[in-house]
């Protein structure tokens, strides 16, 4: 089974890394039309997430194959797939109980805050990661592909902030801030992986 | 910074990978070092310097 998603997943990120982005691009495009929104939108989210999981196997191969796959890193993608699936699976929950028992109370708040807990996993495994890294070039690359990410999510948080403010655009809940970080990160990883090819002698 | 790594190497006969697995970095962390993008902490520029048997300044030169 593992061999098989292995070779599914292959050995190009940037693919799944681009499904991914291109899946929370036209979920963005279908919330800016009004055909999703709120809610509605989560289940399409979590649906986008299944890329994660060749994402972070494709990952794996792909550093095994340079041999640049540190345990660490090892460790952070088996962890990026614990999220991903845990995210799909508690959100489907969460999603279930409200449509079916309309609950009200404590219990909406429990089902409400069930699929955010693995995304604070995520951002925990992302911590663990930076702590864990012994390569001390793989740790700057990445804490600088975290900061890129940030510095997205920071600019075009603003932007977006004051064109809802001055009522120009619809409003972005507040969740899409983890999707839209992981984006930057993974655009600046891209950029990292072509410019270290350079003088690359494999 | 410049360096001497991918000149020390050659005389070696190593690939990056080679020098990567002796000093236990990834071989994009010997890329980067050679390459000028990146500039090796103490610890690990102390280590390029036992494992070629030379001083850091003989390895590492000031722009």
Redesign the interface.
């Known amino acids: 089974m593992a061999r098989i998603m292995d070779k599914i997943a292959g050995r190009r990120p940037w693919m799944w890394a681009l499904a991914f982005a291109g899946a929370m691009g036209i979920i963005a495009w279908f919330e800016h039309r009004h055909v999703l929104g709120g809610i509605r939108s989560l289940p399409f989210v979590a649906a986008g997430c299944l890329f994660l999981i060749p994402l972070a196997k494709s990952a794996n191969n792909c550093a095994s194959a ?3 796959l ?1 345990l660490a890193m090892r460790r952070y993608n088996r962890r990026m797939m614990i999220w991903a699936v845990s995210y799909i699976v508690l959100l489907g929950t969460a999603m279930s109980i409200r449509n079916n028992l309309d609950p009200q109370g404590p219990l909406l708040w429990l089902i409400a805050v069930l699929p955010s807990l693995p995304i604070l996993f995520f951002i925990w495994a992302m911590v663990r990661y930076l702590k864990e890294e ?5 740790r ?2 990445n804490t600088l592909n975290a900061l890129f990410g940030l510095a997205l999510l920071l600019g075009i948080g603003t932007f977006w902030g004051f064109l809802e403010a001055f009522k120009v655009v619809p409003h972005v809940d507040a969740w899409w801030v983890v999707p839209v970080w992981a984006m930057g990160m993974g655009l600046a990883n891209v950029f990292q992986v072509v ?2 090819r ?5 | 910074m410049r360096n001497r790594l991918k000149v020390l190497r050659a005389e070696r006969d190593w690939s990056q990978q080679d020098l990567a697995e002796r000093l236990e970095v990834s071989r994009q962390s010997v890329n980067a070092i050679e390459t000028g993008k990146y500039d090796p902490s103490l610890p690990l520029a102390f280590r390029i310097a036992e494992l070629f048997g030379q001083p850091i300044e003989a390895i590492f030169l000031r722009d």
């Open positions: 340079s041999g640049t540190t012994t390569d001390e070039y793989l700057l690359r410019r270290d350079k003088g690359d002698d494999q």
